[in-house]
């Protein structure tokens, strides 16, 4: 028995760690430094229907033990991603989250329908949560009402089960969770970054040419793993819990918090090997810990 | 083949006011096969400062490499200060370098940079010197004080130093050196700001060239979209300068 | 002229720069350290009707470049603070702005009455925001017509402008921004700690006794900066930002993202002179970036 | 007076398995009139770690102070492995120490330590010594490896070691030695974990004790109410350890 191994709706992991959606392109980049068959899963930058050439630069700002960031979804649009991107990952042993994004319901449901059927898209991130474009995507994640609709639509036509990836951005994160949950969710990931900004002294404008940016990174922590321990004690879907997620006792910390996979996303650029290497460091830990499987770590501070 | 790697600091020292010279040792240094690609460097090894600096790598060879950079921001202060304690945590050799086979071998190559995008020009010039070809150059700084590497220029070939405040060598812009050169280049080759940039490539419009471009980074290999340009030159619509660049064919980024 | 001073509704600050609130106990530790004079003005304890014990401990953790805490507004009630707290502090030239929380609004409007009363009491910050205290407080923060009806009735018995202390745990910030200020509120400040938890990882338990605890510190001011930003431009009253200032950095950049003066919390507890350093700082880097006036800065970044 | 001080440091040495004796100069030694105070030391000059460690002063005097701390934690390492470039950033002395005063010249004094509570107690039979009283140390660490600073307590007075697997000395804790003790003792002093300062009262009950504790630190002098613990003893029903402490009076502490 593989002690890493996490069941979730969809997706069997290897082991409960991933690449954050965005901070891993397809998979390309990273396939030069180590073997993707290695990894849990690999969430994927969001796809819109067309291609998107985001935002101006700069884009990026480093804030204390965080990164802004306003990307502005990025992307070479759905039929790129199924023809090209997707297919080229075939080669690895990895289940795909394909994160989905859009400006409008019609939007969404187009590219779910259209990317979950790819045959290594094992699961859909319902992306409702991007702080960094303009139309649609945050009131999604702030609206329990457009959010639990939205998940309904997408359900309808996806052929794999749907996450849906909250914003932090919202005074109650439960109730849009809640929403989401009663829409048909299969599953929940968060957090997504939280709005932020960082400004220049000397010009006194915003740094990121966007104005805000969506803040992540080891400040974010806290937060984020208040929102995972909240939302898992609220709703009876699985979590993937992310935000800050650096070294292997943030693994096991989002884990206790209710979390039953987790992704990594800003420590990417950091350690360009954290993936792997919270992977091999997590046997020992466990150990250490007195944990034969991992899956006895979630939401352990829940009982 | 990139690699993650703790190198030993055979050295560093301060070259210029808040300009260091810093040598790494380390196997990083076999895989680069030419100038003008860059390292990404992490500051400390605490989570503040948590994202790498991108360097250039001004020069390689016998297992080392010299990186040269100014210590202002942040983090490159937590690097000179006290981020490297015998050894650094780099990611590299990264990026796209300069292409040397661009200029044939006994023509003359104009290499023009700007402040902090110097230094990859010292590696090019001396490949491009191995290979044959006479380099000139015309290297643009604030002020004397801040001047570096005039006599390892020098010792490689033509070299002509402007300062904005003419407090070394003519005073004024790379451009106003450049006007007053009598030479036929074959290629150019530049690194510095995007002013600078933008007027190098038209004072030398005609001439085959080369523009080594700066953009603030997150991942430093192509996986995140922070550091993209707008081109009209290829189907995309842009380029990465990590992983695209730094280095692009005069034309390619639109300036 | 006093190229620091800056002129509030109630206040004439020497200049921008006050210790936040909870951070600075009612001076007499600091004042140990340097002369409380120096200081623009002096954000207390909060205060609340009754003296109040707190949580229990551990109530405060360390994150990346911040903290959690949970002190559970402890003070030693009305009274004491009426009858030795602030009286001790009126040997110092220096304006007090008193925070004052509860649980009803009853206590809120007893507190406010009283205490705006004593002399050196300049205004109030009404700390509708504190998120570490189970009953009223945090729900007075994220309501806007609960909270514009507060302010309302505090400003009624107050004799001095009142301030209103916004959470950062919404969704739209300039919503409750906008409601104290219908509510008749003379200036707003922001932000109180975002809502955060941490673990332990041999226990799978929250470090912070009380669960969840507020971060602060650097880490948050990527948000704080965001809704200083904000709400600066969605209301007409004064803002006074704060949210992980540590250096004269900061203090510029708050400023010009449109706060009229700044408080440093969590930054007292790190360098315990970074109030006085940071008012001799000021000069030197306005010199530098040729700003004659601090007031220049305000908002700077709008236009 | 309370001094912030950029202390220079005249050695750092690991004196046990990740246990360090750290010696720093500095004006802030003059300060100190009583052993058991503390300092809070900054980890790094950084954002992260960002809190100040709060670390008894082990022994003082001749312009310097001696702590003893174990590098576990994050910020203990980055104390131990770089924070100190040649100075560390120290505020102090804080709270107060021990009264040697209680214990009447040739009487003899009980001093109990365990683990990295053991630090403070040097100092503190140092002054005892010095004020004609007899210390009795017994002293408890986990396992003979982080065992420190034995010799030195055999030269102040007659020295007892527990450690919990035998490893040196009696096998087990404090209380078991205290209990084989046949002396008079005219006051007792403790400092270490929470359970064996309440297992050292009760075996003590009856004797003039003094323990000191451990709280999680915000400020470190009194703010910001990070610190407290109960009392009955008092109109407040809470002391802070940071600033009413950490030593206090047995009895005072509800435990
Ligand atoms: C390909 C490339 C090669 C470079 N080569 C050199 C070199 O050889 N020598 C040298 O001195 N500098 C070089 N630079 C610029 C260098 O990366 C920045 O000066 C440095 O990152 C600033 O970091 P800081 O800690 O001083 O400033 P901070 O203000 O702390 O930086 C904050 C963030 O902004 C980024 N940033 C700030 N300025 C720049 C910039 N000009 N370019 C890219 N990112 C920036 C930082 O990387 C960091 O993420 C190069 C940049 C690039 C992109
Ligand atoms: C008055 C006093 C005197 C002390 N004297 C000594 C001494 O002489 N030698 C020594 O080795 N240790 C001493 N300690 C304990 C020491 O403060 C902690 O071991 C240290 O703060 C842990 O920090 P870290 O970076 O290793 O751990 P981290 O896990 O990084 O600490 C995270 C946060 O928790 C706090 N923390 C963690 N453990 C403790 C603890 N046991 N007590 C208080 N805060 C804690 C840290 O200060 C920091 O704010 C003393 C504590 C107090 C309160
Ligand atoms: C550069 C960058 C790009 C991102 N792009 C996306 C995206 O396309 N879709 C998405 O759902 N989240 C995106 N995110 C958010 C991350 O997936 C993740 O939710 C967030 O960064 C918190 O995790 P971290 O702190 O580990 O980075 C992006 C984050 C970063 C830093
Ligand atoms: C230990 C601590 C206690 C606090 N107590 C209070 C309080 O009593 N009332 C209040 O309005 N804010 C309180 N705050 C919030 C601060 O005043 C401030 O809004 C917040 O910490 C953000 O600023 P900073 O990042 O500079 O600390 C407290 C913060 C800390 C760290
Ligand atoms: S820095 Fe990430 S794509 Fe260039
Ligand atoms: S640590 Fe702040 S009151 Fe004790």
Redesign the pocket.
């Known amino acids: 028995m593989n002690r890493l191994q996490v069941e979730l709706p969809g997706l069997t992991l290897k082991n409960p760690i991933m690449p954050a959606s965005g901070c891993f392109g397809f998979g390309k980049e990273y396939a030069q430094l180590y073997d993707l068959s290695k990894l849990g899963a690999i969430m994927v930058k969001a796809t819109t229907l067309e291609p998107r050439f985001g935002n101006p630069t700069p884009r990026?700002?480093?804030t204390p033990a965080g990164m802004l960031n306003a990307i502005g979804l990025q992307n070479p649009g759905l039929e790129k991603v199924v023809t090209e991107e997707l297919p080229w990952l075939e080669q690895y042993d990895v289940p795909i989250i394909a994160n989905v994004a859009g400006s409008e319901t019609e939007d969404y449901v187009a590219v779910a329908e259209r990317i979950s059927k790819a045959p290594n898209v094992r699961a859909l991130e319902l992306n409702i949560s991007c702080p960094n474009v303009r139309c649609g995507g945050i009131t999604f994640g702030t609206d329990p009402k457009i959010a639990g609709e939205l998940t309904r639509a997408v359900k309808a036509v996806s052929s794999v089960p749907v996450y849906v990836k909250l914003s932090p951005n919202v005074t109650d994160v439960t109730e849009i969770a809640r929403a989401v949950e009663a829409g048909g969710a299969d599953g929940l990931t968060l957090i997504n970054t939280l709005v932020g900004m960082r400004f220049d002294p000397r010009t006194g404008r915003p740094v990121i040419a966007n104005g805000t940016g969506g803040l992540s990174g080891p400040a974010v922590k806290p937060v984020a793993l208040r929102m995972v321990y909240e939302v898992s004690r609220s709703v009876s879907i699985p979590v993937i819990g992310m935000g800050g997620i650096s070294d292997v006792d943030d693994v096991i910390n989002f884990m206790s918090a209710g979390a039953s996979a987790v992704a990594v996303g800003t420590a990417n650029f950091v350690d360009h090997f954290v993936c792997p290497n919270l992977i091999d460091a997590l046997p020992d830990r466990m150990d250490e810990l007195g944990i034969r499987n991992i899956t006895e770590l979630i939401g352990r501070s829940h009982r | 083949m990139i690699r993650n790697e703790h190198m030993k600091v055979a050295g560093q020292r301060e070259i210029a006011r808040n300009i260091y010279e810093l040598v790494l040792e380390g196997e990083l240094a076999d895989e680069i096969k030419e100038p003008g690609k860059?390292v990404h460097v992490r500051?400390g090894e605490t989570l503040d400062?948590l994202?790498r600096?991108?360097?250039?790598i001004?020069d390689y060879g016998n297992g080392r490499i010299t990186?040269?950079?100014?210590?202002?921001?942040?983090?490159?202060?937590v690097i000179s200060e006290k981020g490297l304690h015998g050894q650094a945590d780099v990611l590299g050799p990264l990026?796209n370098g300069f292409p040397v086979e661009a200029a044939a071998p006994g023509t003359k190559a104009l290499l023009v940079g700007g402040g902090?995008g110097v230094?990859?020009l010292y590696g090019l010039s001396r490949r491009l010197k191995e290979a044959g070809v006479e380099p000139v150059h015309v290297l643009g700084f604030q002020s004397e004080d801040v001047v570096f590497y005039e006599e390892e220029f020098i010792r490689l070939g033509e070299t002509h130093i402007a300062t904005v405040d003419g407090s070394r060598g003519a005073k004024g812009f790379v451009t106003d050196v450049m006007a007053s050169l009598g030479h036929e280049f074959s290629v150019y080759y530049s690194c510095g700001p995007l002013p600078m940039l933008k007027a190098v490539a038209e004072g030398m419009a005609g001439t085959e060239g080369y523009l080594?471009?700066?953009?603030?980074?997150g991942c430093g290999i192509g996986a995140c979209f922070a550091?993209v340009c707008r081109t009209d030159s290829n189907d995309r619509g842009y380029v990465k300068?990590?992983s695209d660049g730094?280095v692009f064919k005069a034309g390619v980024v639109t300036l």
């Open positions: 990026v700002a480093e | 860059f500051a400062p994202l600096r991108p360097i250039s001004a990186l040269i950079y100014r210590a202002e921001g942040y983090g490159t202060r990026g902090i230094p990859p080594s471009f700066e953009e603030r980074m550091c300068v990590c730094p």
